[in-house]
């Protein structure tokens, strides 16, 4: 990375101007002469099959104008495969519109496409479906129960990934001898990602470009065009995804959407453009949902507190069906494969499972298991320093990976990170504030504060080797981008990432304007459309700023080559005798020779007879960035200090403290931004949020009466600080910031929820800790 | 050029199916949400100060939204340079709206913005604009005489351009002592290229893009985006200008409107869309004109017949400003240069003028001064064979270009052509069908029947080279093109050029789906959006096949090159050993082993880590063309055949024969569109189409009353035959076929009346041929 002037640094969001005076254009605001508007007819069982749709009452009702079963629409199915071969995996298809089978509450069995949503809403009404009932699989027993009804008769179980992983050798004897070993059980609740902007899509047929314009909420908008394409038998090219602004996805949107597709559907057969905005209960139940897992987890430990082994059996419920292009094993799997984190674990074996159920169905919600995960494993390593009377935070230093690069026991290479540092900064910056002295004083007072930590790292910059070992059958490693400038000196940067709320108009221009010596006004991002890249796997997983920023400061560079090569002609000189600084090339040897990059736009566009033969006209540049190492590892400890309060069971959080290195952070303010926003996701996960379903599998959170979010008064401001380990692995030195807060929340809640249940000798595993159950825990003690 | 499958076919055009069905999409088909309507305050004098611009009742006129002068939008002026040093051009600025003064009537003053057109009309009527009227300039004479009033007060007389080139040594002599010396001198009327479509605009800002998006018909996107951005004064990337489905150019939408630039302004200051649509009045007197010009030129020639000299003076009469980017001295630089034509002419003195006068100013009309200069030349050499006895054919037989490549007096360089052979086959063809005892028959029965010829060239594929000669500021050389395939093998091309009639939707398929072995249903065409290509230079000069289709081949070739560069890599072969058709890739040793292009595009996109490390994910290759040589020439001989009608001085063409050589012709049946196009439009210059003008400066052709234009029933049919001498300097083997059919037209015809004409003793050289004139001559010869 050159010396830059604007990395690092909290550049003023760039964005904000036009998103806080009203000006964004969200799928909402998208009106187009003579648009319609869709509504779904959806299951009202969770496990059946259909014996009839009538739609024919539906298109009677005033106001609407087609209704569509699957079909009417010829549509083809979204399959998520994984490629290489994986015995275990069971493939299962997801049509886009459910055609014999139902498999849960809420999915979509016909469109119905009005003048207006009251009159599709009025539509839906009229729509007769009957169900021959079967019985529902609504939990993991009855899933994998003898003789349990199957949610996809292709599948012989409800069971679609299984694998066994690892296994070291000896591992048995290391735990049949050791002198310590804990075992942790925990679940945790199915929750939504819940997104502030529900999803929607509004899609036309283009006839001029012969194509289908999907201007759609995703955050993978190549993957929409290439389902699309496929579902609906056109040529890729003929469909165009256009993304407008977001009000967030958190992986909800990083998965093809059956109604993005079926809506596309009814416009293409009615050359008419259709909308369709989600409303929110659709998207609190019909929606993709996320996180509900099992962990049975046992660790073995020495008497001086080092780990020796972990052993693991993870189950996740994956719902109805597997999502594009993750496929059910995403959540098992990376469970299986990143469960060591930052320690030095000597021996380990897993297994994971995913399983389906008659629930709507998963997709990777931020963090994607490693909340999970890292919650039991920082529970394992609290449960031993409590049986081995060691200091919660002493055990964990004895433990951690320090010497880089380390090659685990799960064959992963990490990169160097401050796991250590960002352990012992965080416990300090805790002490400094006086809260042991403080939970002493409570103690004394009848109070319940308890501390607790959570230590880990999250695997980001995930390329082709890493989604690779994934299996997945489409490997979304590499990133492409374009930068070009103007004969005005301006530059438009392209990418193929989607920001839904990242930022990445400024730090991608920042980025950007460091790497050509330029104001950054000069600089505009272009992203979220498919005519503008040829293929983009778009934002999740953290990969944005270390994938596709990596991409985007390479075609910066060999764009700022171009200028050089161009001045160094018109100079007869060397290009590297030539610098690029403040918006012009100068020579090395005589700085008061410039020429702007206006003068040497003009060049290069407008009398580019002046070229040497050798450089080609215009200035553009394109480069593809992939990852080709095990990625690059993010790392953070998150101290939480809470209070419970004996009346309510209420837990409160008093002080909240994250210590996180995402290497060269672009832009500070924006990753306090992701910070903050993810740790009050994870204290969501781990404190309020469920969606629960009754016997029959109907979903019993369908709205925000039942379907608890924190606010900002639940929610505490977090002190954040910045360790700055840089990645080698990336272009820009970032290791990716968008998911740690998540990973980090629940653990450290629940760490320190514990803490403060330490006089009860109530130790709760499970997430959401309700009041309920907070409660019933300091009642026990306060009846002993 | 591989061995093609489509090129040299007559594909069916694939725009058809949509503008055949009205789905096309013209600017006037768009609308948007809340979208206003602009008009123009014209100026009513042909030469004046503004004395002052009342606005305010405008404002009040009920439906009226605003209304705008020059200075209340701050708009910078338009101006087009000749850029090296041309001590004889005097650069002129052309107000975006006019602001001190106006320079002719029609001229827009202020802008008037209403929610629909018709309350944007009454919001004209209400403006009070008072003028100090100056005497008006309305012909050459009046513009060159002595003390005659400043069109513009910074050019210090009314002549913009003047140059005298070439004056070969002795060239006196050679007139002196020459055998035999001609002369003609000979007026062009002022023409309208009259697209059917009128010229129009849809503006408006996009918040989300931070662009200015300009829908607007245009041959020259790019240029519109460049002088809008300037203008504005907005970075050239916030300018996007988008253009949808054209009803012709022909040249008057290839330089930048003012009214474009103003309806922007408008959309950019008002934050809400603006459409402008040109009405027909509007077109036809206050849009670009063209072709008016007087050439007083004399020949010299031995008592053989070949052509010792030429001797010529250009006046063109370039109305009151300077289009942008091509200035005053395209018309009389173009006819300066090049008149020597497809003639062995040993010795050329040229002086060229461009003058400005209170008319509309003009734009370079199809063909560009060579209609003009061909039709003198021509008529000097049928003159000549009168002369000397000769026939006219055979004159010209003797002084055509038979050796290639050959550099003319003009230093210019012809590369091969078949001049010699399109003469006998166009003469052959002609007396194959009896025209001569037709003729001879008729002239016994008291009828007048008359044969021309004229045989000519046209420079195409117009480079940096070339045009660098024109001594443009800019210089519209190079081209680029982008060919990119998706996941499905299907294929979009992107080009800078941009089709307003010319097939290239399906021309540019054809060469793409030869170059990599697909079906063209495979292949389609983007064209008009200054987001996808860095720059273009549009489509004007018949440049779109000789260069950006060299372009487009050249990118397809790079991307061929990626496909089997891939397949190679999978089979463990060297690329070489590839070869690409049918949509697949083959092992040319073993034809059974295949990967189609979905397969390369499924590991090129989906599973990039399949890839060899040294070639990049994505399927995309961009690549530029120029022409570093003079350019190439396309030729052909036009033979026609018309009778005049005593009574009626009517003209009327019985026959229409024309051989033409384009080199390659990518779709035969897309040429001879060209052609019958082209020649429609110069039988209209040569008979019917003028603009006037009364002695103030009144426009008097302001309607389809007035202005007569040829339909149907005055075109002939016109026989077509094609030879082909492929260019080297394309890609394509091509030449471009946009503009021969308006070059040789007026020629031929005029040639063909002063034949019918022969017995009378008249001879007509002035455009257009007007019936009046016709039966003064034929009836001289009644009362002789």
Chains 1, 2 share one sequence.
Request: charged share 25%.
């Amino acid at each position: 990375m050159k010396e830059g002037k604007l990395v690092g640094r909290s550049v003023a969001r760039r964005e904000d101007p036009r998103l806080l005076s009203g000006r964004g254009r969200f799928v909402d605001d998208i009106a187009l002469p003579g648009m319609l508007h869709a509504q779904f007819v959806r299951s009202t069982v969770a496990h059946g099959e259909i014996a009839s749709v009538d739609l024919s009452a539906v298109r009677h009702v005033p106001g609407v104008v087609a209704a569509f079963t699957a079909d009417d629409l010829e549509l083809g199915d979204i399959t998520a495969q994984l490629g290489r071969p994986l015995s275990e995996y069971v493939p299962t298809a997801m049509p886009v519109l459910a055609r014999d089978k139902v498999r849960y509450v809420g999915e979509p069995v016909a469109i119905v496409v009005a003048r207006d949503a009251y009159a599709a809403e009025d539509g839906l009404e009229a729509a007769k479906v009957s169900y021959t009932t079967l019985p529902p699989v609504t939990s993991e027993e009855a899933a994998l129960a003898p003789g349990a009804p199957l949610v996809h008769d292709e599948a012989a179980r409800n069971t679609l990934v299984d694998v066994s992983l690892f296994a070291t050798d000896g591992i048995d004897e290391i735990f049949a001898s050791a002198p310590c070993v804990v075992h942790v059980e925990s679940r945790t609740g199915r929750q939504n990602a819940l997104p502030l902007e529900t999803r929607g899509v509004v899609a036309h047929w283009d006839d001029r470009e012969e194509q289908l314009v999907v201007q759609t909420c995703t955050q993978v908008p190549h993957q929409v065009r290439t389902v699309a394409s496929r579902s609906l038998r056109l040529d890729e090219r003929a469909v165009r995804v256009v993304v407008p602004d977001m009000g967030g996805g958190f992986g909800q949107k990083c998965v093809v959407g059956r109604e993005e597709i079926a809506a596309a559907a009814a416009a293409l057969r009615l050359r008419r453009p259709v909308k369709w905005i989600e409303d929110r209960k659709d998207a609190l139940s019909a929606s993709f949902l996320a996180r509900e897992q099992h962990y049975q987890v046992r660790a073995a430990f020495g008497a001086d507190g080092r780990i020796l082994g972990l052993d693991a059996d993870v189950v996740c419920d994956m719902g109805a069906y597997s999502c594009y292009p993750f496929t059910a094993g995403i959540e098992p799997l990376m469970a299986s494969a990143e469960m060591p984190g930052v320690y030095k674990v000597p021996a380990y074996r897993v297994r994971g499972r995913a399983i389906t159920t008659n629930k709507a169905p998963t997709a990777p919600y931020r963090g994607v298991s490693r909340p999970q995960y890292v919650m039991v494993v920082e529970r394992l390593f609290e449960r031993a320093a409590r049986e081995l009377g060691l200091d919660p935070v002493e055990i964990r230093r004895r433990n951690v990976i320090t010497d880089f690069p380390y090659t685990g026991v799960n064959h992963i290479t990490y990169d160097p990170g401050s796991y250590l540092e960002s352990l012992n900064l965080c416990e300090r910056l805790v002490q400094d504030e006086g809260w042991y002295e403080k939970q002493a004083a409570a103690a004394a007072e009848g109070r319940h504060l308890g501390i607790g930590y959570a230590c880990f790292s999250e695997r980001t910059g995930y390329g082709s080797t890493a989604f690779a070992q994934r299996k997945m059958q489409v490997v979304p490693g590499f990133d492409i981008s374009e930068v070009r400038m103007d004969t005005s000196g301006a530059v438009t940067v392209t990418t193929g990432t989607m920001s839904h709320g990242q930022s990445h108009e400024t730090t991608m221009a920042q980025i950007v304007a460091d790497e050509l010596g330029l104001d950054i006004a000069k600089v505009r991002l272009h992203q979220g459309d498919t005519d503008r890249i040829t293929y983009g796997w778009g934002t999740f997983a953290s990969r944005s700023i270390t994938v596709g920023g990596s991409a985007v400061r390479l075609a910066a560079a060999k764009l700022g080559d171009k200028l050089r090569a161009i001045a160094a002609a018109r100079w007869g000189i060397d290009a590297d005798e030539v610098e690029l600084t403040d918006g012009a090339a100068r020579r090395r040897d005589d700085t008061s020779e410039v020429l702007t990059y206006e003068d040497i736009a003009d060049i290069a566009y407008l009398r580019a007879h002046l070229l040497p033969k050798d450089i080609e006209p215009g200035l553009a540049a394109t480069a593809t960035f992939d990852v080709f190492t095990d990625g690059t590892f993010s790392n953070a400890t998150h101290g939480v200090v809470v209070e419970l309060h004996q009346g309510t069971g209420q837990v409160e959080i008093l002080r909240y403290v994250c210590v996180e290195d995402c290497g060269v952070a672009i832009n500070p303010q924006v990753v306090e931004g992701q910070c903050r926003g993810g740790i009050a996701q994870g204290i969501a996960g781990a404190l309020f949020e469920q969606v629960t379903y009754d016997d029959m599998g109907e979903p019993s959170a369908t709205s925000f009466m039942d379907y608890k979010v924190p606010t900002a008064h639940e929610i505490p401001d977090v002190l954040i600080h910045h360790l700055e380990t840089p990645s080698a692995f990336t272009e820009t030195g970032a290791k990716g910031a968008g998911e740690g807060g998540t990973i980090g929340a629940p653990a450290a809640v629940l760490n320190a929820v514990n803490d403060a249940l330490r006089p009860t000798g109530v130790e709760l595993d499970h997430t959401p800790v309700t009041p309920e159950t907070v409660h019933r825990a300091l009642n026990l003690e306060a009846a002993s």
